[in-house]
T-cell receptor
Framework: DTGVSQNPRHKITKRGQNVTFRCDPI?????LYWYRQTLGQGPEFLTY????????KSRLLSDRFSAERPKGSFSTLEIQRTEQGDSAMYLC????????????FGPGTRLTVL | AQKVTQAQTEISVVEKEDVTLDCVYE???????LFWYKQPPSGELVFLIR??????QNEISGRYSWNFQKSTSSFNFTITASQVVDSAVYFC??????????????FGAGTRLAVHP
């Protein structure tokens, strides 16, 4: 399977715990994006990487959130001290650098904070 | 402001009916791209179409067609002869080229389409 993969697919945690999600983009894609989708809403942009550089962060990304993309390959999104409001689907997407290519999305990680 | 409005929250049709999903957008940019994505129950967003702001030509792909009208800031999506497999949530999105940042898609809230046998 050469699509975008995300792990884990589901995560249940207690409030106050830290969680980390992983995204593996399509191998030749330089651009990587994180979005958050809450129930009944469309995805909302969180952050964007071009190779290993994090070039943009949304205001939605509070200081409890941190994303990395070491070596410009896979990316991780960590949420510290989770809150119930963090419960959502976290989607990763990737695209080619050349031109305007469509973003290919992974299956998402569904986070439930109890 | 950059915004996408999908006024239809849910649509229910019987198989073989035609259905149109509405999308209205707002942007300051003169150059932008519009997209439609499908999200089946499995959750993964599936790309359907991209259209740039300078190309108002309508497009047909099999049972799918898209009507882009800049004058009304609309990019509507029609499924002809709907099938049960079309049941999903459909998202319209805009990518403003200058004020939107780095390829940041702005999505509408989605329209849930249920096609019944």
């Amino acid at each position: 399977d050469t699509g975008v993969s995300q792990n884990p697919r589901h995560k249940i945690t207690k409030r106050g715990q830290n969680v980390t999600f992983r995204c593996d983009p399509i191998s030749e894609h330089n651009r990587l994006y994180w979005y958050r989708q809450t129930l009944g809403q469309g995805p909302e942009f969180l952050t964007y990487f071009q190779n290993e550089a994090q070039l943009e962060k949304s205001r939605l990304l509070s200081d409890r959130f941190s994303a990395e993309r070491p070596k410009g390959s896979f990316s991780t999104l960590e949420i510290q001290r989770t809150e119930q409001g963090d419960s959502a689907m976290y989607l990763c997407a990737s695209s080619l650098e050349v031109g305007l290519d469509e973003q290919f999305f992974g299956p998402g990680t569904r986070l439930t904070v109890l | 402001a950059q915004k996408v409005t999908q006024a239809q929250t849910e649509i229910s049709v019987v198989e073989k009916e035609d259905v149109t999903l509405d999308c209205v957008y707002e942007t300051r940019d003169t150059t932008y791209y519009l997209f439609w994505y499908k999200q089946p129950p499995s959750g993964e967003l599936v790309f359907l179409i991209r259209r740039n702001s300078f190309d108002e030509q309508n497009e047909i792909s099999g049972r799918y067609s898209w009507n882009f009208q800049k004058s009304t800031s609309s990019f509507n999506f029609t499924i002809t002869a709907s099938q049960v497999v079309d049941s999903a949530v459909y998202f319209c999105a805009i990518l403003p080229m200058f004020s939107g940042g780095y390829n940041k898609l702005i999505f509408g809230a989605g329209t849930r389409l249920a096609v019944h046998p």
